[in-house]
Each structure stands twice: as C-alpha cells, then as structure tokens.
C-alpha cells in the first residue's frame, strides 16, 4: 500500500541545540545536535558500555560524555527499554538494576543539565519522521530498528504512540526478534534471502495487528537494504532509514527538554 503524502507532522518539541546521547547494549554515543535541522554539529563521540551496564556505570558514561562535549544546555538520552515518565520499566539488554529507576532524574544529577529519557527505538523514530524516509508521511508509520533485537516506534499522523515494543510479537512460539533480529543473521550466518523470509514472516505477523501505510527499515543493515528489502513478501511498503546510525542521537536531541522562557510583560 503506498504511503500518503501531506502536511509534515511530527510531536517533537523544539530547542536551537541539544546534546543527544544513544545508549546501546555494546556502545553509549553522544553528540550536540541543531535541532532544526537534525544536523549534527560536533565529533561524535562514542564509549563501549560498561559490562555489567549497572546504574552507575552507565550514569557515569553519560556524565563523561556531558563533559567531554563541554555542553551546559539540555540533554536528552536514549535507554534500550520501556521508558514512562523518565522511569525505566524494562532492560532487556542492560543490567536489571535499572528497572524501576528515575533515570532522568539520574542522569540530571550526574551532568547537572535538564534531561529527558525516551525509549531508543521511539528516539529513532522521531529522527526518520521529522527529517528522515517518513517526512510528511501521514497516516499509520512503523519504524523497526533491526540491532541485537527489534525495536519500533509508531506513529499516526506523526504523532509517537511511545514503547510499544512490536519485537516482542509472537511468531512460531516465540518473541519475533528471537527469529527476525539482525543478530540473528549474523550469529547464525543465514544468508541474505534465508533472513529476509524470516522478516517477512514477522513483518506479516505486525501487519496483522497494526496495518501500517509505510515501514521504515532501521539498524545496521539499513545500509544493505538492497540485499534484502527487494525480497520481502508482505503488504506494506517498506523503505530503508536514511539517517542510520546518527537517528537515535538526532531524536534523543529532539527531546531535550525545552529551556524556560521568561513571561511576555505586558505594555500598556
């Protein structure tokens, strides 16, 4: 089904620049975005992350990045789990320590700059709708992040449903990402179009719940899309991300939170 195109959409807020962090099970990256543009506007930087990836050694990762880039403005940070109110509630690749923890809050002490937490895929998604492969997409967008699971982010009209969390969909007995995960290819050395019949199967089995008008394929093997996306056999249209590695960085930065702006006075 092709996408409809219109009016661009999107719920992020808007700040001049942001610094941007994208944690992830095997590296922490970070780097000060222009928010308009998504440009990103210094070196990024990126730290292995701690193992075991505990509160404090992760929050003390962040806080290195915060000094390493010299940033005094408003931060925002990805964490690969569901995230409600700048709480972690799941921490599937990190340590389990995290569960439950006010993670902003955490962060926010740490670097002492104004934080927020969004989930990573969720950070990706607002990068590709606000100046990616779904700019100006109306109706339903689903954006997957094949990595060591898969992550997605949906949005309606541009608008973020947050955590929903669709790699966890059931197919042949178990969680979708336990088949269709780019970690898998690679640790079972599947070929190319043994893979894409393993995505294809999930992709059907998503589509079935959510009908979405376009898919946005993210994660390292956006880049190879070619070796794969032509063989998918499912009902949408899917495309590759186009901001690949540099979207996580770019939607954490989206959501920083907005600096305070004095009362307008009144003039007679």
Request: net charge positive; glycine share 12%; aromatic share 4%.
């Amino acid at each position: 089904m092709a996408a409809s195109r219109g009016r661009r959409v999107c719920d992020a807020p808007e700040v001049a620049r942001a610094l941007g962090i994208d944690i992830g099970g095997s590296g922490i990256k970070g780097a000060i975005v222009e928010a308009r543009s998504g440009r990103l506007v210094s070196e990024r930087e990126r730290i292995p992350t701690p193992q075991p990836a505990t509160v404090d050694a992760v929050v003390a990762v962040v806080a290195e990045i915060v000094d390493d880039e010299g940033w005094a403005g408003p931060v925002g940070v990805t964490f690969p789990g569901v995230v409600t109110g700048g709480v972690v509630r799941t921490a599937a690749n990190l340590d389990d320590s995290w569960i439950g923890v006010d993670a902003a809050a955490r962060f926010a002490a740490a670097s002492g700059r104004p934080t927020a937490v969004l989930n990573d895929a969720d950070a990706a998604g607002l990068a590709e709708v606000r100046f990616g492969a779904g700019r100006g997409v109306t109706g339903t967008v689903l954006v997957l992040t094949f990595g060591t699971g898969i992550g997605s982010a949906l949005f309606h009209d541009g608008r973020l449903v947050p955590n929903t969390e669709l790699g966890h969909i059931e197919v042949r007995g178990v969680d979708g990402e336990s088949r269709a995960a780019a970690s898998v290819r690679e640790r079972k050395q599947l070929s190319w179009g043994k893979w894409s019949k393993r995505v294809s199967e999930y992709l059907r089995a998503v589509e079935d719940l959510v009908w979405p008008d376009l898919v946005i394929a993210g994660g390292g093997v956006s880049k190879r899309f070619e070796k794969w996306g032509p063989r998918l056999e499912c009902r949408s249209t899917v495309v590759p991300a186009t901001l690949q590695n540099q979207a996580g960085l770019v939607g954490a930065a989206l959501r920083a939170p907005q600096p305070r702006r004095a009362p307008a006075t009144r003039t007679r």
